[in-house]
Nanobody, 125 residues
Framework: VQLQASGGGLVQAGGSLRLSCATS????????IGWFRQTPGKERDFVAA????????YYADSVKGRFTISRDNAKDMVYLQMNSLKPEDTGVYYC???????????????????WGQGTQVTVSS
């Protein structure tokens, strides 16, 4: 599975961005997708995850009510709509695939086998 994240940029606090993750490759059997973010010197923090069907979604407490993850399997795309952005949301955002968890993907980055290249999100105060 190959993934490519895009849509990052510079935005003021309170603004919105939508990240996209294009997926390709062997998707037989389905896979869960997660979004993670990383700042310098820190591990990748979980942001949100979605099941293969899209029926199950899971969010970090810090983004609940502000971020929405969704997917369009017909287009092989996963999205992360980010509203009411805060400076602490700044970081490099990665999308990742877990082929072992198509129904209930988790929040541990080490469970995800395939990663995109990341897209920078900067929220100014």
């Amino acid at each position: 599975v190959q993934l490519q994240a895009s849509g990052g940029g510079l935005v003021q606090a309170g603004g919105s961005l939508r990240l996209s993750c294009a997926t390709s490759g062997n998707t037989f059997g389905g896979y869960g997708i997660g979004w993670f973010r990383q700042t310098p010197g820190k591990e990748r923090d979980f942001v949100a995850a979605i099941s293969w069907s899209g029926d199950f979604t899971y969010y970090a407490d810090s983004v609940k009510g502000r971020f929405t993850i969704s997917r369009d399997n017909a287009k092989d795309m996963v999205y992360l709509q980010m509203n009411s952005l805060k400076p602490e949301d700044t970081g490099v955002y990665y999308c990742a695939a877990d082929p072992d968890a198509p129904y209930y993907p988790g929040s541990n980055y080490y469970d995800y086998d395939y990663w995109g290249q990341g897209t920078q999100v900067t929220v100014s105060s």
